[in-house]
């Protein structure tokens, strides 16, 4: 039994750092955005100086 779920689990697992990566980039992306004096606006970064 343990080794048939042991490909779920590590799916689960890469699903999961995968979506805390994806969370985690976007974050790093806003906190960019803003410090370049933008405003993000339906997750896309408007008016920022370069």
């Not at 689990?9 to 890469?14: D, E, F, H, K, Y």
């Not at 992306?29 to 970064?45: E, T």
Request: aromatic content about 6%; proline content about 2%; glycine content about 14%.
């Amino acid at each position: 039994m343990g080794l048939l779920l042991r490909p779920v689990r590590t799916a689960l697992l890469l699903a999961l750092a995968f979506a805390a990566g994806i969370f985690w980039e976007r974050s790093n992306q806003g906190d960019r955005c803003l410090d370049a004096g933008g405003a993000l606006r339906n997750g896309l970064c408007i008016g920022a100086r370069e």
